[in-house]
């Protein structure tokens, strides 16, 4: 664990991490014996609402899972393991990188399975929006991740006029 803040403005990427483990039961699987997608990205949700909690220092609410990759199945009886992180903090939301291992409990050998991004706003008791304090990337990798996570926003908000300005009505989706 990292030492609290100096200063409880600005919070260090490394004052965030969350890491949780999960055991595939049978409970968690589809009928080939895998790993549900919709179980693992509620593994994702969790995970990845630890490291904003432990950045705000307040509730948290998912406002947004941005971008999510399967890249292998998780298999019953693999151990889960979710690591999740701070990516970058902005007035009232926290970008937060979820990186998801899957270890074969038989051999040892473990895999790279899934990454997500989700988007977390801080809160009050009442729900109200609430600021954050500022993030401090330290790192080569958490400046560039820092970088990538305001090129994702700008995107999300393009996205998110689009839409509202009713241009996928012409398509029929609106």
Do not use: C
């Not at 990205?41 to 999510?68: C, E, K, N, S, W």
């Amino acid at each position: 664990m990292t030492e609290p803040q100096s200063n409880p403005l600005v919070r260090t990427v490394a004052s965030t991490q969350s890491e949780m483990t999960e055991i595939v039961l049978p409970n968690d699987t589809n009928t080939l014996g895998n790993l549900l997608g919709g179980r693992l990205m509620h593994f994702i949700d969790l995970t990845g609402a630890m490291a904003a909690y432990r950045h705000a220092r307040t509730p948290v609410v998912t406002a947004a899972m941005d971008h999510i990759d399967f890249i292998r199945p998780v298999h019953l009886g693999d151990l889960v393991t979710l690591k999740s992180s701070v990516n970058r903090a902005f007035t009232t939301s926290m970008e937060v990188g979820v990186k998801v291992w899957a270890e074969n409990t038989r051999t040892g050998s473990i895999a790279h399975v899934a990454s997500a991004y989700l988007v977390f706003v801080a809160v009050d008791e009442h729900g109200r929006k609430q600021n954050v304090p500022q993030l401090q990337p330290e790192t080569p990798d958490e400046i560039r991740r820092h970088q990538d996570a305001l090129r994702r926003r700008e995107y999300r908000e393009k996205e998110y006029a689009r839409r509202r300005d009713g241009s996928l009505a012409t398509h029929g989706l609106s």
